[in-house]
Nanobody, 125 residues
Framework: QGRVVEYGGGSVQAGGSLKLSCGDSQYTDCTYAMSWYRQTPELEREFVSAIEPDGTTNYAGFVKGRFTAVQENDKSTVSLQMNSLQPEDTAMYFC???????????????????WGQGTQVTVST
């Protein structure tokens, strides 16, 4: 298992909801931006959402208010609540952790990005 831990995902019927979570499995004092991307065999990896350390969020247009990214209490974990899922949301979802600012001990990580292995989301009609 890599540094980035993803969980959630699964199968749901159209109109249903799923929650994805992503975090850094290794303790640091760094702050992170966390982004979600998705990919299918037919399409290149595309941006879904991002949340900065200060809680600022950004979403792809196709999200249309259906998805919400939230920092968990320790801010090293982010959840993505996905509602009103549709079959076209079926994809492998990947989390990207972007290291922003770190204290002295972990400063060598600043600017680095880490990807998770992906979690499958399948939405059926």
């Amino acid at each position: 298992q890599g540094r980035v831990v993803e969980y959630g995902g699964g199968s749901v019927q159209a109109g249903g909801s799923l929650k994805l979570s992503c975090g850094d499995s290794q303790y640091t004092d760094c702050t992170y931006a966390m982004s979600w991307y998705r990919q299918t065999p037919e399409l290149e990896r595309e941006f879904v959402s991002a949340i900065e350390p200060d809680g600022t969020t950004n979403y792809a247009g196709f999200v249309k208010g259906r998805f919400t990214a939230v920092q968990e209490n320790d801010k090293s974990t982010v959840s993505l609540q996905m509602n009103s899922l549709q079959p076209e949301d079926t994809a492998m979802y990947f989390c990207k952790v972007s290291v922003r600012n770190c204290g002295r001990t972990w400063r060598h990580l600043q600017g680095r990005e880490f990807w998770g292995q992906g979690t499958q989301v399948t939405v059926s009609t």
